[in-house]
């Protein structure tokens, strides 16, 4: 089992940043890859990021050049650091790890990005 908190979250500008937080517990060393989806109200929940334990990230086109991933393996923390937002960019942010063939999320946290 893995336990996952995001925190970070909140209301900023067009143009502002947000750095986003995912402690993670529990098998720790179980998880392969990590990464953060969002969804907006009346929208399916889509991938913006993710990571491998190798370190090698993807991100999906609409946040490419803004929007970094990274992981601190002795925190167990992933983190989305998130620059020139856009107000499409509202919505709420889930992390996610893979386990095992087991996803896990976490609870979610709110992203409002005003124009």
């Known amino acids: 089992q893995v336990q996952l908190v995001e925190s970070g979250g909140g209301l900023v500008q067009a143009g502002g940043s947000l750095r986003l937080s995912c402690a993670a517990s529990g098998s720790i060393s179980s998880i392969n890859s990590m990464g953060w989806y969002h969804q907006a109200p009346g929208k399916q929940r889509f991938l913006v990021a993710a990571i491998t334990t190798g370190e090698s990230a993807n991100y999906a086109d609409s946040v490419k050049g803004r929007f970094t991933i990274s992981r601190d393996n002795a925190k167990n923390t992933l983190y989305l650091q998130m620059n020139s937002l856009k107000p499409e960019d509202t919505a709420v942010y889930y992390c996610?790890?893979?386990?095992?063939?087991?996803?896990?999320w976490g609870q979610g946290t709110q992203v409002t990005v005003s124009s």
């Open positions: 996610y790890a893979e386990a095992r063939r087991m996803i896990y």
